[in-house]
């Protein structure tokens, strides 16, 4: 893996590298409009003072470095402005951020979110299943951190792969409260003292998480605070691209090797389960005109409670209603709403068959003539 320098004049798009310098000033160097997905792990601005000690007297290995302290709230605060206002121009129309933090500056970076024009979509409690104990007792175990997930502004089309997270969470509607555990064991990094690597490197579970829910294979993954590479080292595995900008050389050192390591899974291995609403759209209407329903067949319900005809321009009749096969159907239950394709079947040799049938056959014919969503 190559690691790239920040010259003073813009350079190309360095996919799948690590830029060495300030992350400001190379998210200003880089072309406008070309990333489709920024995930953010800024400074915390900790405000630590002095050591922290377990209560055997040992020290917690606690975030003091250099790059997480600010003269002031004020200084911070102008960072973040900073940061957050060349990272919006680095995203594509449709693109999105990830930032995670701590009661500590999570507030402070969402509010300038919205003053930038960001909108945010959603804040993820990520709650780890193992957090550090309160040593000092004076305070409530900090068993969780923040995300705000938003896109570039409010008309943006950003993507979210809801089949896809929805299948990764056992087939049920993920929640924007996510159970982790903390980067421990093989997967944390060690120095050559065998000490960590970085303080706050995040799991790979967490980004797997954010990559799968908000990119599609190909997207380009921007993380300006890169660290030991966590961010990119997912990416790659999961077919994405990634640039990562990091002005420790000691953590891109890290990363480099990291990354050299990960191998990118199998072309099979990559396809997710796709949104119903990205499938090519049938009327019902389209059903008729083909003769795969005849004017005037009976359609019956779920359970068979009801019987309607069918229409020659497509609508259904009875029981002295008259619509589409939604509105029909919507109207006989009693309901705010009806999925007819689901809800209504036709007779096939004394079986009851729905619908849906029809259309995933005409789908099936649209795809394989490279027909595209209407």
Not at 3 to 20: D, G, M, S
Not at 337 to 351: M, Q, V
Request: aromatic share 8%; glycine share 8%.
């Amino acid at each position: 893996m190559a690691i790239k320098t920040k010259t003073a004049e813009a350079f190309a798009l360095p996919l799948n590298q690590i830029v060495a310098g300030d992350c400001i000033e190379v998210m200003n160097a880089l072309p406008a409009g070309s990333v489709d997905l920024i995930f953010a792990d800024p400074p915390y601005n900790l405000q630590l003072k002095g050591d922290l000690h377990r209560p055997d007297n040992s020290k917690v290995d606690a975030v003091d470095d250099h790059w997480d302290q600010f003269s002031s709230f004020a200084a911070y605060d102008t960072f973040t402005k900073a940061w957050l206002a060349a990272a919006k121009r680095l995203l594509k129309p449709n693109g999105a951020i990830w930032v995670i933090g701590s009661y500590h500056n999570i507030f402070r970076v969402g509010a300038a979110l919205q003053d930038q024009g960001f909108w945010v979509l959603n804040d993820v409690v990520w709650r780890k299943s193992n957090p550090m104990p309160n040593f000092r007792g004076k305070r409530l175990t900090n068993a969780h951190e923040t995300l705000i997930w938003a896109s570039r502004d409010e008309n943006a089309k950003y993507t979210f792969n809801y089949e896809a997270l929805k299948e990764l969470n056992d087939g049920v509607q993920m929640r924007s409260d996510w159970v982790l555990p903390l980067c421990t064991g093989h997967e944390r990094l060690k120095d050559e003292n065998g000490d960590k690597a970085h303080p706050t490197q995040k799991p790979e579970s967490l980004l797997h998480r954010v990559i799968m829910a908000t990119t599609n294979v190909g997207d380009v993954i921007l993380d300006p605070f890169f660290g030991t590479g966590t961010t990119g080292a997912v990416a790659k595995m999961l077919g994405r691209d990634f640039i990562g900008i990091e002005r420790e050389e000691a953590y891109r050192k890290a990363a480099t090797q990291r990354i050299d390591r990960v191998r990118r899974f199998d072309a099979s291995a990559l396809e997710t389960t796709g949104s119903k609403r990205s499938e090519p759209r049938v009327p019902f209407g389209q059903v008729v005109e083909r003769g795969m329903l005849r004017p005037g067949e009976e359609l019956f319900s779920i359970g068979n409670r009801f019987k309607v005809k069918v229409r020659a321009d497509g609508t259904l009749i009875g029981n002295d209603v008259k619509g589409s096969i939604h509105q029909v159907g919507a109207a006989l239950e009693g309901a705010p709403s009806c999925n007819g394709w689901t809800y209504w079947h036709f007779k096939r040799d004394g079986k009851m068959v729905p619908i849906d049938l029809l259309r995933q056959q005409i789908r099936a014919e649209m795809e394989a003539d490279g027909a595209k969503p209407h």
